[in-house]
């Protein structure tokens, strides 16, 4: 039957379905059914019951829109059982106004067959759940500020973070990215479909849907369709009139027919039948020839415009999809840095680390690359590595700390990162470490401790002798300690 989850929780595998009467069913992982989809909350499904009202089967419905121009509305999804049914339905009313649109024209006079659905309407219409998807979440995160992440290629490194985030702080559990992860989810399974059939054949689609919908072009075809019966009914029935003539004539030319006038009237009959039905004939067979001439042309001149816009629609919903999965990335990696800001486990472990980034994904990847020989990374390897010095060249602040406290130190750090995703810090333990992070980079801020052994002027004073002379320094005095 069909339903719509009301809730449901990745972390138990366990959600709550209503159906058309709003009867409440329990909906368990083990009965999710869907490789393309994952369960989320205001989704539209079809599931099955067992005999004790338990959901044994369930999926997403290939229903998850209703635009305005669609033959069926979500009434009708409520008001049916299956997608087979309501895709019957579907089927029906279109049927019913192709028999109308059959009923009014006159096709003997017909010159050219109108368009219900433009070319480029009808390649938004079969694009409309991607397009849906795309322009509802690009409403969501429009607020999003570059960089944007790469999500096929920091997939994994997004994950990374997630998992450890998760696995740290038992008060975080995968629920909290649930609806997140679904989006991506979505987006990626878009995006794999797209990249698997990027060289599908734009002509097929043209026959199975652009010709499919085309509602003046089938009832042309129903006509054409009609008038070849009939012409071959009244040919069949030519046919056999005149295979009685030619017995009637070998009978009179026998000589051994008695009532021969009797067969004369017969064949004058049989004449006058087939000079009728070739009358009958003649209009069809002039008719149908136009019909097939109109249809033809019909093809002739939208086939090429349809499969040139497609190829380039293909890539534009394509294109978008990437930029969509990258802004679902990219505020699901700001969410994951935003919660760490705020998580006291992470805060006593991942920050202690000889670590420099925030916790995001690009920190994750800094940690996968600096095991590796940059001299001899792989295509992907490289590239990322490439992305990364983009990143920290363009968007990274880096921030010195030196301090002789611990406690401060990481207090420093932790209030740095919470600032700003892309901030960076570097702790100096030595006099020798600060002299030389201050001599070879640049730093944003400097936070120095005025209880240090070496005397706080003459280390500004150093610091100005060197490119950080536009660094803001930040003393921290003995009472904050």
């Not at 995160?141 to 944007?148: A, R, S, V």
């Not at 790469?150 to 038992?170: S, W």
């Not at 019966?229 to 009244?234: A, C, G, P, S, T």
């Not at 690009?362 to 792989?378: A, E, P, R, V």
Request: with cysteine.
């Amino acid at each position: 039957m069909h339903g719509k989850i009301l809730r449901y929780s990745l972390a138990t595998g366990v959600g709550v379905i209503t159906n058309h009467s709003k009867k409440i069913f329990e909906l368990r992982k083990e009965s999710w059914h869907d490789n393309r989809h994952l369960p989320t909350p205001g989704m539209l499904i079809e599931f099955r019951c067992n005999n004790s009202g338990y959901i044994v089967d369930a999926k997403a419905s290939a229903f998850q829109g209703f635009p305005e121009d669609s033959y069926i509305k979500e009434i009708d999804f409520w008001k049916t059982e299956t997608d087979e049914e309501l895709l019957y339905k579907e089927q029906e009313i279109r049927a019913m106004i192709i028999q109308k649109i059959f009923k009014e024209t006159n096709f003997f006079t017909l010159k050219e067959i109108p368009l219900n659905l433009s070319v480029e309407k009808s390649i938004e219409k079969y694009f409309f759940q991607e397009l849906s998807a795309i322009n509802l979440m690009t409403q969501e995160f429009k607020n999003i500020q570059e960089p944007l992440l790469d999500y096929l290629q920091m997939k994994r490194f997004l994950n990374k973070a997630i998992d450890h985030l998760v696995f740290t702080d038992k008060n975080i559990t995968i629920d909290v990215f649930s609806d997140r992860l679904q989006s991506l989810n979505k987006l990626s399974y878009t995006h794999n479909h797209f990249v698997q059939n990027i060289n599908v054949n734009p002509q097929k689609i043209f026959e199975e849907y652009f010709l499919e919908n085309q509602l003046y072009y089938k009832a042309t075809m129903q006509a054409a369709i009609g008038l070849e019966e009939r012409i071959l009914q009244l040919n069949t029935r030519i046919k056999n009139y005149i295979t009685e003539t030619k017995i009637i004539h070998s009978k009179i030319e026998s000589k051994t027919v008695k009532d021969v006038k009797s067969l004369e009237v017969k064949l004058k009959t049989l004449k006058q039948n087939i000079a009728k039905y070739d009358e009958e004939a003649k209009p069809l067979q002039e008719c149908l020839k136009q019909l097939h001439n109109v249809i033809q042309n019909f093809r002739q001149k939208h086939s090429p415009v349809f499969e040139k816009a497609f190829k380039h629609f293909y890539l534009i919903v394509l294109q978008k999809t990437i930029k969509m999965l990258n802004l679902c990335a990219t505020d699901l990696d700001n969410f994951v840095w935003k919660l760490s800001t705020q998580s006291t486990p992470i805060h006593n472990t991942f920050f202690k680390q000889n670590i420099s980034g925030s916790y995001c994904s690009m920190t994750f990847l800094w940690m996968y690359l600096q095991n590796l020989n940059k001299s001899k990374l792989n295509p992907n390897d490289k590239k990322a590595y490439d992305s990364y010095l983009r990143y920290k060249q363009k968007y990274e602040k880096t921030f010195l700390i030196y301090v002789n406290n611990a406690k401060l130190e990481n207090f420093l750090k932790i209030k740095i990162m919470s600032e700003s995703k892309f901030n960076t810090v570097i702790i100096a333990k030595t006099d020798a470490d600060f002299f030389s992070q201050i001599r070879n980079s640049v730093f944003a801020g400097i936070y120095l401790d005025a209880t240090l052994s070496e005397h706080t002027e003459t280390l500004i004073t150093e610091i100005k002798k060197t490119k950080n002379t536009q660094a803001q320094i930040i003393t921290i005095p003995n009472k904050k300690d």
